[in-house]
């Protein structure tokens, strides 16, 4: 017979933090436990993919600018 795990509740005294000026919403969130415990949520920012060029392509751009190589 598996016990059920002891869950600790978040009270409802519940703190934003705004870490730059810019930011609309709170960047990180403080949530106090019944435990007497704080714990920290931090906003997640969505991040750029990462541009990818194939390798030649990549070579030809290389090529025609000045930090590609030597010029005459």
Sequence with gaps: ??????????????????????????????VPMSDGRVINYRRETEQPHPQVMKTLELIRVMNGHTYGGTKK
């Design 1 to 30: 017979m598996s016990e059920k795990p002891i869950r600790i509740l978040p009270l409802p005294k519940v703190t934003g933090r705004w870490e730059h000026e810019f930011s609309d919403y709170p960047d990180l969130i403080q």
